[in-house]
């Protein structure tokens, strides 16, 4: 789909843009209040020690987006959908009947006659505070819009998620997803179903199944640097105690963000500070300040000197290539050239910094030409002006998880090609 700067609409989502360069960066996030979801009940006692598993399908480049496989309705039905850690609502390409709908792998899905009311909380959870009006009372309305032009507008509805859990039992619930009957394209657009909405609101899909007692709130991911890779929710899949935490923001709540951080190129502090960064799943790519790009480009062009690699403007897959001697067929292929390992410090409210680093893997990509390219983009140059993303590629080969109920983000290198075992907590 689609990422763009959010506006102000009937359903304000916020932060999202769109690049050229970025195929996937199709960005919503929710400028509603977000908050966690309601008491558990006593089915999660039952269900403490398992995940929900889906594998994931794409890679960063040259598909330019993940997405995973869901069973919808009775009889359920499969949708591709974008996973986007960025957004809180699912929705699908509807027939309602649809008034424009674009490309897609499967048939329109067909709503049910369970409407999200209007006045409901997970509707009331998707508008801000203070312009929340119910001019259709027994339905509620969305409607997304895209810096890129492309939008997306209908209505909430209920139906049947069709899931299992890692230990085998299969679980059916009803959730609140968008029927997205009216679609304009943006100009990274790609044929999905739909998108899966996985941030930190009420109404994304995790939140839903933990006020239902199914699962903790917690999301995880984990992209193979090869493609692929698989995504889970819930606690029951990784050992924490190997995994580095670094506490998610008080002052940046709707995203998935640590805070500030600072910029370290070789091990060593570039002097450039109070970077605030979000983790991100819907962009391929990643993206820092004016400030932070070009001293990026600036410390890495000189030590590329003397090289034998030269730039490749001409090489338009993204702003900076550089070609060889000879094509680069891998990453590991360039890596006698680019050594430096790339880190963000977190400060933990002023405890022993953590640091995210990015090794050549997790900023660089070969072009389907042979030639090398910086996967770090200028964020500012695209509208998202202070704002720093880790995208994709920066996530490669190590599960990432958002902690909902701790309010943590953590993260720890790990083997993506293949589905993980149900670590059992009994």
């Known amino acids: 789909m689609r990422k763009g700067q959010v506006d102000v609409f009937i359903l304000l989502l916020f932060f999202s843009l769109s690049s050229a360069s970025d195929q996937r960066w199709r960005k919503a996030m929710i400028s509603a209040y977000n908050g966690s979801s309601s008491s558990s009940s006593s089915v999660m006692m039952n269900r403490v020690g398992s995940s929900i598993l889906f594998p994931i399908h794409g890679n960063v480049y040259p598909t330019g987006y993940y997405n995973v496989t869901i069973n919808i309705g009775h009889p359920p039905k499969p949708y591709f959908l974008d996973l986007d850690t960025g957004s809180d609502l699912t929705w699908l390409q509807c027939n309602a009947p649809c008034v424009h709908c674009l490309e897609a792998p499967h048939p329109?899905?067909?709503?049910?006659?369970?409407?999200?009311?209007?006045?409901?909380?997970?509707?009331?959870?998707?508008?801000?505070?203070?312009?929340?009006?119910?001019?259709?009372?027994?339905?509620?309305?969305?409607?997304?819009?895209?810096?890129?032009?492309?939008?997306?507008?209908?209505?909430?509805?209920?139906?049947?998620?069709?899931?299992?859990?890692?230990?085998?039992?299969?679980?059916?619930?009803?959730?609140?997803?968008?029927?997205?009957?009216?679609?304009?394209?943006?100009?990274?657009?790609?044929?999905?179903?739909?998108?899966?909405?996985?941030?930190?609101?009420?109404?994304?899909?995790?939140?839903?199944?933990?006020?239902?007692?199914?699962?903790?709130?917690?999301?995880?991911?984990?992209?193979?640097?090869?493609?692929?890779?698989?995504?889970?929710?819930?606690?029951?899949?990784?050992?924490?105690?190997?995994?580095?935490?670094?506490?998610?923001?008080?002052?940046?709540?709707?995203?998935?963000?640590?805070?500030?951080?600072?910029?370290?190129?070789?091990?060593?502090?570039?002097?450039?500070?109070?970077?605030?960064?979000?983790?991100?799943?819907?962009?391929?790519?990643?993206?820092?300040?004016?400030?932070?790009?070009?001293?990026?480009?600036?410390?890495?062009?000189?030590?590329?000197?003397?090289?034998?690699?030269?730039?490749?403007p001409e090489d338009q897959t993204l702003p900076l290539c550089w070609k060889g001697r000879k094509p680069f067929r891998t990453v590991r292929d360039a890596k006698k050239y680019f050594k430096t390992v790339l880190s963000l410090a977190f400060a933990n409210s002023g405890r022993r910094k953590t640091l995210f680093e990015l090794h050549p893997e997790a900023y660089l990509i070969i072009s389907n030409k042979g030639n090398v390219c910086l996967g770090i983009l200028n964020g500012t140059q695209v509208g998202l002006q202070n704002l720093n993303v880790i995208g994709d590629i920066s996530m490669q080969d190590r599960m990432v998880i958002y902690d909902n109920e701790k309010q943590v983000i953590g993260w720890s290198p790990a083997n993506c090609e293949h589905l993980p075992r149900f670590r059992s907590y009994m």
């Open 108 to 312: 329109l899905y067909q709503p049910t006659n369970d409407l999200v009311a209007c006045k409901d909380p997970l509707c009331a959870a998707l508008h801000p505070p203070g312009d929340y009006k119910c001019e259709s009372p027994d339905q509620c309305d969305y409607e997304v819009e895209y810096a890129d032009g492309g939008s997306s507008l209908g209505v909430l509805v209920r139906d049947t998620f069709s899931l299992n859990y890692t230990n085998g039992i299969r679980l059916s619930p009803r959730l609140a997803l968008g029927c997205g009957y009216d679609q304009i394209p943006g100009t990274s657009n790609h044929p999905l179903d739909g998108i899966l909405g996985l941030g930190r609101g009420k109404s994304s899909i995790v939140s839903q199944l933990q006020s239902q007692g199914l699962v903790r709130n917690v999301v995880g991911h984990c992209l193979s640097g090869i493609g692929g890779g698989f995504l889970f929710f819930g606690d029951g899949l990784y050992d924490s105690s190997h995994v580095t935490w670094t506490p998610m923001s008080q002052e940046f709540t709707k995203y998935y963000s640590p805070g500030s951080a600072e910029f370290h190129f070789g091990g060593k502090a570039t002097g450039i500070k109070n970077l605030i960064v979000i983790f991100d799943s819907g962009s391929s790519y990643t993206y820092l300040n004016s400030q932070a790009y070009q001293a990026v480009t600036v410390l890495l062009k000189k030590e590329l000197s003397g090289r034998s690699l030269k730039e490749a």
